[in-house]
């Protein structure tokens, strides 16, 4: 049978430097672990993990390092930090979600770590915090959430929620009671966004995702609103005729109004606090969301990341700078695995903190203002499918396709195959306009599978994907 390649139709844009090379994406620790969760709180980065338990990073001291905090279960899912003691000091607690598995000793779904208050240093230690959960009927955490507040002129206190299949659960005393608040059989809750509406209420707007499944086995995004603290909630899902479900959600800190949903191909957009949806698709390039991360200083800079789903752990982070209109998608340079968890530094917005599926922990640099105002994507830079569709490999033709760049300049191409290695490199110079350009394949080195082929220009990237079938 004749090979021959076909060119899909999806692509993205990846951000670089002005002088052509991209940001560095910097190693932050705990490599070869699959981070499943992280969070921050008072200073500290702390990452819930796979069969290693939690640990806590101080972002105060550059040369800090990862201080293991135990395992309370092996199969952690979730993980959210607040204060146990107003004020913080080194009165700190931890809520880590978990998977049921008595085989290996995880008899619980959630445990609270309390920090021994009389010296940072000393550790403190785990016990279950799951009271008022039926663990038969639930047997997994899928999401922890919540609001801390501690400050000298507002009421603190601390309320945390739990998403599982099924329901919303409650806990305003640090997890030692918990209170479903929610339910629906049909419904999976996935993640949590909370919006401090101000210090001197207790009423806070809480946000949950996940999706809802009809009688024929098809999930519908679901996305919940509540304005009191999780007493009441309101359905704010959009409407969708394909099966799809929010895995991320994230609440503008200087307007509760704007909301942002991430969906498997679909990135949301709310100005009305869900009662209208606007879409923004990724061409046809279908992403696998699991987290998502506005920078607290400049709300207007938002990062999403996940997997592409054609793909088996396959990286998958994109910026976006100007409150999810455009987006860019950032490169890792080696293998870096899916995404599981996005988090900013609260305090300086230095860095956006990427935990991975397998990789460990990396961090991000956010831009200034000014490298942000020149990576503007150019309009006009633009890769088209190849033709002929389909290009028989037995016939030796090259790869053809057509260019539009707005200025005279250097373009590098590559071609990856599906393990990142790369197979191939060009670099031709081309004028400005559009033009007609074709590149050898050395076919000895194409197989059945995806192929990904990188075309870049003065630091912005566009990537086609490509299917080798046999």
Same mark, same amino acid.
């Given at each position: 049978m004749k090979s021959f390649l076909s060119l899909l139709v999806s692509f993205f844009i990846a951000a670089g430097t002005p002088q052509g090379g991209a940001q560095p994406l910097e190693p932050f620790g705990l490599q070869g672990k699959t981070v499943t969760a992280m969070t921050f709180y008072g200073g500290s980065l702390y990452a819930a993990t796979e069969n290693d338990g939690v640990y806590r990073r101080y972002l105060g001291k550059p040369d800090s390092g990862w201080i293991h905090l135990g395992v309370p279960a092996k199969n952690?899912?979730?993980?959210? @930090?607040?204060? /146990?003691? *107003?004020?913080?000091?080194?009165?700190?607690?931890?809520? +880590?979600?978990?998977?049921?598995n008595p085989l290996q000793g995880d008899s619980a779904l959630i445990?609270?770590?309390?920090?021994?208050?009389? /010296?940072?240093? $000393?550790? %403190?230690?785990?016990?279950?915090?799951?009271?008022?959960?039926?663990?038969?009927?639930?047997?997994?955490?899928? @999401?922890?959430?919540?609001?801390?507040v501690c400050h000298p002129i507002a009421p603190t206190y601390v309320t945390a929620f739990a998403? /599982?299949?099924g329901a919303i659960w409650r806990s305003e005393d640090r997890g030692k009671k918990w209170t479903r608040v929610w339910q629906a059989i049909s419904a999976n809750i996935l993640a949590f966004a909370t919006s401090q509406r101000s210090l001197l209420s207790s009423d806070d707007e809480i946000w949950a995702?996940?999706?809802?499944?009809?009688?024929?086995?098809?999930?519908?995004?679901?996305?919940?609103? =509540?304005?009191?603290? %999780? +007493?009441?909630?309101?359905?704010?899902?959009?409407?969708? $005729?394909?099966?799809?479900? *929010?895995?991320?959600?994230?609440?503008?800190?200087a307007d509760a109004n704007i909301v942002y949903a991430a969906l498997r191909q679909t990135f949301l957009k709310s100005g009305d606090a869900g009662k209208t949806w606007r879409s923004r698709q990724f061409g046809e390039l279908i992403i696998i969301f699991?987290?998502?991360?506005?920078?607290?200083?400049?709300?207007?800079?938002?990062f999403a990341g996940g997997e592409v789903a054609d793909l088996v752990n396959f990286w998958g982070l994109f910026e976006s700078r100007d409150a999810g209109e455009h987006w860019q998608?950032?490169? @890792?340079?080696?293998?870096? /695995? +899916?995404?599981? =968890?996005?988090?900013?530094? +609260?305090?300086? =917005?230095?860095?956006?903190?990427?935990?991975?599926?397998?990789?460990?922990?990396?961090?991000?640099?956010?831009?200034t203002v000014g490298v942000e105002k020149e990576l503007t994507a150019p309009k006009s830079f633009h890769l088209s499918a190849n033709f002929p569709n389909p290009i028989y490999i037995a016939e030796n033709l090259p790869l053809a396709f057509r260019l539009n760049v707005p200025s005279t300049g250097e373009v590098t191409f590559r071609l990856f195959n599906i393990a990142g290695q790369e197979i191939g490199n060009w670099k031709i110079t081309v004028a400005a306009g559009g033009q007609n350009l074709a590149l050898p394949l050395d076919r000895s080195q194409l197989t059945g599978g995806i192929y990904f082929l990188q075309a870049e220009w003065r630091g912005q990237r566009i990537t086609r994907k490509l299917t080798v079938i046999r």
């Open positions: 952690l899912t979730s993980i959210f @930090a607040f204060h /146990t003691y *107003c004020p913080l000091i080194c009165w700190k607690g931890v809520l +880590a979600g978990a998977t049921l445990y609270f770590y309390q920090q021994r208050p009389d /010296t940072c240093l $000393n550790k %403190g230690r785990w016990t279950v915090a799951d009271s008022g959960i039926n663990r038969t009927s639930v047997l997994r955490i899928n @999401a922890l959430g919540g609001i801390d998403g /599982t299949p995702g996940g999706y809802t499944v009809n009688d024929k086995g098809i999930k519908y995004p679901l996305i919940l609103r =509540s304005t009191d603290s %999780g +007493a009441h909630w309101e359905d704010r899902s959009p409407i969708s $005729n394909v099966s799809d479900e *929010c895995r991320a959600l994230a609440v503008d800190p699991r987290a998502m991360a506005i920078n607290p200083q400049r709300p207007q800079q938002i998608a950032v490169p @890792a340079s080696g293998k870096v /695995t +899916a995404i599981n =968890s996005l988090v900013f530094n +609260a305090v300086d =917005s230095q860095y956006v903190y990427v935990a991975t599926n397998g990789t460990g922990v990396y961090r991000y640099p956010r831009l």
